[in-house]
Each structure stands twice: as structure tokens, then as C-alpha cells.
């Protein structure tokens, strides 16, 4: 099966520091979301971006699905950053949109 | 639009017991998915439902675990025969249809003892 690659896996900044954390991907995709998993466990859905780029605020996240790969940058971290950011991916040709998780990377900002 | 809404958010149960688990996908959603995470992993896929229709089983998914979906709106995980190894947290997630993302509930954590 496809397998998913995050790195770094952990990552400690000071406030008001950008970072780009990576997603490689061993095989063609249907769709990849950025998820950002809170101290208290709770998944949030970044960014739904199978191809091309993305901005909400102060992330934005970029998908070369040519390259099997994918970025989410974080300009001027602020502590609620902190937590673990997954991506995930539906391989190419799937039927059920089922999303296979990487391993994440842990970020911890500090004030 | 209330989320995805699951519980119990805390389960402690003793080895041998059986647990359900309910989630309440956003109401126009039609595909609802379940995933177990353990700690310092990611999320791991165990079943997708389609409407009432249970399309997709992970292998993770044992005999113990059984999962329903009556009507397309909510559904449940039951696991029977609770082991320690069964100890994780429980999410839900669903989505209105293919080409949208996500939606995650805030997960039930099961501890078996």
C-alpha cells in the first residue's frame, strides 16, 4: 500500500517563527488533507489539496503531485500551533475516499 | 452545523466487556468513516460507510468488532470481548461526498483494565 512520510517528526520553534513541515508520498493520489491535532486529541482539517496551492491566514500548504510530495507552512507561529500535524492521503483509483495517515509532526511553540 | 459529535468521550472498561460507541456525522454528510489511534501514531482506517451501506472493512477490524450504520445517520462501534490491546482512541469523520474534506468528532478514548 502507499506509504506516507512526515518529517521533521518533531519540530520546537519560538513564537512568531515560520516553519514548512513536509509530505512524501510513495505513490499517486486522489486527494490529501493537512490535519492539525490539538493537545486534547481533537482533529482539524487544514487544507483538502490533492494538487496546487492553498492559503488560510497564516498557513498555507502546497501539493506537487507530480513529485509525491507536499508542504504546510506556518508563518509567525503563536503557542496555539502547538500539536501534531498529520497529512493524509487517498491512494490513486481508491472507491471509498478512505485517508492513509503519516506518522505526523509534533510542533511545540514556545512563548 | 453542530460537528461530528461522538461518545462517550471516556470509556474505562474491565477486560472481557463489551463497549458501543455512537457517532452523529454532520447531517447532510453521507460517508462516515471510523479510525483508531494509539499513542504517538497516526490515525488507522477501520471501516467506511456509504450511506447506511458498510462499503469497506480494515483487516484491523476483527470479529469482535462489529459496526452499524441504521438508516444513514448515526452509527455505532461495538467491540466485544474487550483486551487490553483494544485500548485507544476511537474517532469518527465524515464527509458530504468525494472531493471534500474531513470532518473528524472529538474521538472516544478507551482504556480496557
Not at chain 1, 493537512?34 to 486529541?41: E, I, K, L, Y
Not at chain 1, 472507491?95 to 514556545?110: D, E, M, S, Y
Request: charged share 20%; glycine share 8%.
Amino acid at each position: 500500500g502507499i506509504q506516507v512520510e512526515q518529517s521533521p517528526p518533531d519540530l520546537i520553534l519560538q513564537e512568531g517563527a515560520n516553519s514548512t513541515l513536509r509530505c512524501n508520498f510513495s505513490d499517486s493520489v486522489n486527494n490529501l488533507q493537512w490535519f492539525h491535532q490539538n493537545p486534547w486529541g481533537q482533529l482539524i482539517n487544514l487544507f483538502y489539496i490533492p494538487s496546487g496551492t492553498k492559503q488560510n491566514g497564516r498557513l498555507s500548504a502546497t501539493t506537487v503531485a507530480t513529485e509525491r510530495y507536499s508542504l504546510l507552512y506556518i508563518s509567525s507561529s503563536q503557542t496555539t500551533d502547538s500539536g501534531v500535524y498529520f497529512c493524509a492521503v487517498e491512494e490513486y483509483g481508491g472507491a471509498t475516499n478512505k485517508l492513509i495517515f503519516g506518522t505526523g509532526t509534533l510542533l511545540a511553540v514556545q512563548p | 452545523d453542530t460537528g461530528v459529535s461522538q461518545d462517550p468521550r471516556h470509556k474505562i472498561t474491565k477486560r472481557g466487556q463489551n463497549v458501543t460507541f455512537r457517532c452523529d456525522p454532520i447531517s447532510e454528510h453521507n460517508r462516515l468513516y471510523w479510525y483508531r489511534q494509539t499513542l504517538g501514531q497516526g490515525p488507522e482506517f477501520l471501516t467506511y460507510f456509504q450511506n447506511e451501506a458498510q462499503l469497506e472493512k480494515s483487516r484491523l477490524l476483527s470479529d469482535r468488532f462489529s459496526a452499524e450504520r441504521p438508516k444513514g445517520s448515526f452509527s455505532t462501534l461495538e467491540i466485544q470481548r474487550t483486551e487490553q490491546g483494544d485500548s485507544a482512541m476511537y474517532l469518527c469523520a465524515s464527509s458530504p461526498r468525494r472531493g471534500y474534506g474531513y470532518t473528524f468528532g472529538s474521538g472516544t478514548r478507551l482504556t480496557v483494565v
